[in-house]
């Protein structure tokens, strides 16, 4: 059984940095896709990131020139360097792998930002 662990998430002041980690913990011989979304209260989940096995990217407008998404393909991890985080942007940020024909969700982690 695959499982997403995401750590990293706080508080920061807005212009604040934050990075999140998240962990598959099984043994996987190939992750797809990787991502993160993020949820904040009363609003829909959206998608704010993409990275593939091979490492393009894509990003939501939004969060561009700031947001940079990576991932160790040995270790399984994708990662989330958030910079210059705005007074609009907490919310629960939620990891996803696809594996195979299946698609992973973590059970997220809170972003908080202080204005």
């Known amino acids: 059984q695959v499982q997403l662990v995401e750590s990293g998430g706080g508080l920061v002041q807005a212009g604040g940095s934050l990075r999140l980690s998240c962990a598959a913990s099984?043994?996987?011989?190939?992750?797809?896709?990787m991502g993160w979304y993020r949820q904040a209260p009363g609003k829909q989940r959206e998608l704010v990131t993409t990275?593939?096995?091979?490492?393009?990217?894509n990003y939501v407008d939004s969060v561009k020139g700031r947001f940079t998404i990576s991932r160790d393909n040995a270790k399984n991890t994708v990662y989330l360097q958030m910079d210059s985080l705005k007074p609009e942007e907490p919310a629960v940020y939620y990891c996803?792998?696809?594996?195979?024909?299946?698609?992973?969700w973590g059970h997220g982690t809170q972003v908080t930002v202080s204005s």
């Open positions: 990275i593939t096995y091979g490492g393009s990217t």
């Open positions: 099984a043994t996987i011989f190939r992750i797809n896709a």
């Open positions: 996803t792998a696809e594996i195979g024909s299946g698609t992973y």
